[in-house]
């Protein structure tokens, strides 16, 4: 039985220096000539093996940290005017400097413009909030302390593995320990819960799964991350198989998904239409959404109306199901029914009158109330196509944790490899066919990957563009080169012809589960 737990302790480890903090330490110096660097905050980027699309629906994923990340050198200025110093390794992001004002709750962040600083202010934003609600009484109205930092980051930019989740993390630890010391310890569910809603504040109504993970990585360790009935991150580790390791591959198309720009007609407008679809479930079924305060859009979402349904409709059941994963697989299917009854009659998509009949309200109260809280662009709401991919998506997420997790079922590697891989194509074909959310690239390099040793080849992250990821088996005799070849010659090299060694080098990740946020002492 899976028991969910959750290590919620600090976040600083031995002192023992990685090659890349000796470079970052190295790097501060020479920017600021003179100075050293107090302390290193670090956090990691995710990759989702499985479980996409998801997490802003509250449904479990299941992610690990990997062994790129954004590390920050920061020294702490004392001082009256404090400022901020930011210097970035990559050249794309020139250096920014800021003053602080004296009162936290000044600082804005421009969605508009998409500076990288802007991150940084998320971080420094959602440090502030933290540090108010937390320590009012020895911080109420203490400044900001100034800080100089250096960036040094290896996760690719714009990937769907979290680069944009790494850094606000990194910034937020760094921007507490800062202010409180670094002997204050940080729990590792306050830092998660301090950092979700820090990239709405740059228009992304994300969930929760890239701060769960980025935060309570552990090394050779995957996570199973639940949201409700509340957070939770519960590591575990890949089966242990006769003749193979289970090794995830990463292969990055290269083709930048920026979230912010695009989020009107993709991201956005996803969160949306899962949102709209589970009201209209809701109305047909005739229940009420109980939702929480915390809930999107003060409207409830596909996992409030799953379980709204069972408690009218089986109320003699153990009540609200708290991730029994038999009782969740059981739960999920029956949701599939109920979206072919509900959305199956308008499989081309709900126009806005057709949306607002299905809610039972006027098109003045339906566009009032889901069509103008972030800005998005349709023709047409696909509710049925969302819902059938959330619902599946998350019957999948169970299914490959129990595959993960139950090893007595399985006496063959291949029997993993297969099982395990199915589940990983079928969600790419749900992500495609139904969330609409691959692009030819990604499916250029899951054929590939799957035709030369891959067992279950999918986008990871957001998608359109970004990041791919695939189940292969690794150790002396995996075929981790023979997919890394294939993807070389039969991918990169006609996609980008003058592709240099360096960017294929950064393109493919093969990466073990690697620790979660931490502070280097230094
Ligand atoms: P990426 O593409 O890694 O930023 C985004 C969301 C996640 C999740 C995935 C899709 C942000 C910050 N994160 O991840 O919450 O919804 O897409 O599963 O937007
Ligand atoms: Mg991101």
Redesign the pocket.
């Known amino acids: 039985m899976f028991v969910p737990t959750f290590t919620a302790n600090s976040q600083d480890v031995p002192t023992v220096l990685t090659k890349k903090c000796a470079s970052v330490i190295e790097r501060f110096r020479q920017t600021y000539p003179g100075h050293s660097p107090d302390f290193i905050s670090r956090s990691p980027g995710?990759v989702?093996v499985i479980?996409?699309?998801?997490?802003?629906s509250d449904f479990s994923?299941l992610p690990l940290a990997i062994d790129v990340d954004m590390l920050l050198a920061v020294r702490v200025i004392d001082g009256k005017n404090p400022s901020i110093t930011l210097t970035n390794v990559d050249p794309r992001f020139a250096q920014r400097k800021f003053d602080l004002p004296l009162n936290g709750d000044d600082i804005s962040v421009d969605p508009s413009v998409s500076d990288w600083s802007n991150y940084f202010k998320c971080g420094l934003l959602v440090g502030h909030n933290y540090l108010k609600k937390n320590w009012h009484e020895k911080f109420a109205n203490r400044p900001l302390v100034g800080l100089e930092v250096f960036c040094q980051g290896d996760v690719p930019v714009g990937s769907?593995?979290?680069?944009?989740?790494a850094f606000i993390c990194a910034v937020t630890l760094a921007v507490i320990k800062a202010n409180l010391g670094l002997d204050f310890q940080l729990s590792k569910r306050d830092l998660i819960e301090a950092t979700i809603i820090a990239?709405h504040y740059v228009g992304?109504n994300?969930?929760?799964?890239?701060q769960a993970t980025t935060v309570c990585g552990e090394e050779d360790n995957a996570l199973f991350v639940q949201f409700k009935p509340e957070l939770e991150a519960t590591p575990f580790k890949f089966p242990e198989l006769k003749t193979h390791e289970v090794q995830f591959v990463i292969a990055n198309t290269l083709v930048v998904?920026n979230?912010y720009e695009t989020g009107p007609v993709h991201?956005n407008l996803r969160v949306v239409e899962v949102i709209v679809a589970a009201n209209v479930m809701a109305n047909k079924c005739g229940v009420a959404l109980n939702y929480g305060p915390d809930s999107g859009f003060e409207k409830g979402n596909l996992r409030d109306f799953l379980n709204a349904y069972y408690h009218v409709y089986c109320p003699d059941d153990n009540g609200p199901w708290n991730g029994n994963v038999n009782e969740g697989i059981k739960r999920l299917a029956k949701m599939l029914e109920i979206v072919e009854q509900t959305l199956g009659t308008h499989k081309e998509g709900f126009s806005v009158d057709e949306t607002a009949q299905a809610l039972g309200c006027s098109r003045e109260e339906f566009t009032r109330t889901y069509l103008t809280v972030v800005p998005i662009r349709f023709q047409v709401l696909k509710l049925y196509q969302r819902a059938k991919h959330v619902f599946s998506e998350a019957l999948r997420v169970l299914q490959a944790l129990k595959l993960m997790t139950e090893r007595s079922t399985l006496n063959r590697d291949e029997e993993f490899f297969e099982e395990f891989g199915a589940l990983m194509n079928q969600s790419q074909n749900s992500c495609a066919e139904l969330y609409e959310c691959s692009s030819p690239e990604i499916d250029n390099i899951c054929r590939i990957a799957l035709d030369n040793g891959s067992y279950g080849s999918r986008l990871?992250?957001?998608?359109w563009g970004?990041a791919t990821v695939h189940l292969v088996p690794g150790g002396p005799n995996g075929n981790v080169e023979q997919v890394k070849t294939a993807l070389i010659e039969q991918y990169y090299k006609k996609q980008y012809p003058d592709i240099t060694a360096a960017e294929l080098d950064s393109a493919i990740i093969v990466s073990k589960p690697a620790p979660g946020s931490c502070i280097y002492k230094l």
């Open positions: 995710r989702n479980g996409e699309h998801i997490d802003y994923v769907g593995l979290s680069s944009s989740t990239e992304v994300n969930g929760g799964m890239d998904a979230k991201y990871t992250g957001a998608g970004g």
